[in-house]
């Protein structure tokens, strides 16, 4: 994935054997630990790019002891290059202190679809807009086709590698009035026993649809659904938004 956008573990996701709606709650429960640990998505406080590699010992020593400092790497938007920066993480951050909960659909079996992924020549991307590039689009490795039937609708959707698993950011028409207003994550189940040569099982499991790290964070920028991946009804199911205490806002933190 876009290295300033960092997912989450994926956990719990294949092998239980617990009921589908006990392993949706175990899910759920995992997700809240892993938000707000120490560098989960909540405790972000401050993206720092700074050109050319920057002195990460010099910005550890300087940190308060709740502050982890970790480096990162991006292309430049306007000339392609390597952008290096870092990242400032709080366990004792503003908002992991006002988080409430993330707000969840009930689990719904007849949100898990069954579809394929028809891989194509290695080096394809696709341009993704990202929330704070003002417009600007960045290249991202879309190594296949997943196909589907959603809602009664063959639809074709581009999934990116995100470190070996294909991650859709989808967008629909729950967007901004009862989920987060800039689109929904979700991983791509495959059947690991098929050939790469031919069309994979796949499972879209849309109770696991999440909210982005940027809803989290404003430090974030993530990668906005393209045309093929925004769905002209709405999805209810999954993650729909990150509830903060006392009218905590991530924009004015």
């Known amino acids: 994935m876009t290295p300033d956008c960092v997912t989450l573990p994926r956990e719990n996701e294949n092998g239980s054997t617990m009921p589908a709606s ?14 707000t640990s120490a560098t989960g998505n909540l405790s972000l406080v401050e993206t720092r790019w700074t050109g050319d590699l920057p002195d990460i010992e010099a910005a550890r020593a300087s940190a308060a002891p709740t502050v982890q400092v970790t480096p990162l790497t991006r292309t430049h938007l306007d000339t392609g290059a390597p952008e290096h920066g870092l990242r400032f993480w709080d366990a004792d951050a503003p908002a992991i202190r006002a988080f409430d909960r993330i707000d969840a659909y009930p689990y719904d079996p007849e949100w898990v679809v069954f ?3 028809t891989p194509v020549s290695l080096g394809r991307t696709v341009p993704f807009e990202h929330i704070r590039d003002n417009g600007g689009t960045r290249e991202l490795v879309v190594p296949g086709d997943i196909h589907a039937t959603i809602e009664g609708q063959d639809v074709t959707l581009a999934a990116f590698d995100d470190g070996g698993t ?4 989808f967008g629909d028409e729950t967007n901004g009035v009862e989920t987060y207003g800039s689109g929904r994550f979700l991983f ?8 790469p040569d031919g069309p994979i099982p796949v499972t879209l499991d849309f109770n696991r649809a999440f909210v982005p790290p940027c809803g989290f964070s404003a430090q974030y920028n993530c990668p906005l659904p393209p045309a093929s991946n925004r769905f002209a009804f709405p999805v209810r199911a999954g993650e729909k938004n990150v509830v903060f205490r006392d009218g905590f ?5």
């Open 115 to 117: 579809g394929e992924f």
């Open 22 to 35: 006990d392993d949706h709650a175990s899910w759920l429960q995992d997700r809240t630990r892993a938000v």
């Open 249 to 253: 806002d991530i924009y004015s933190a």
């Open 188 to 195: 791509v189940e495959t059947d690991a026993a098929a050939s």
């Open 166 to 169: 294909l991650l859709l950011v």
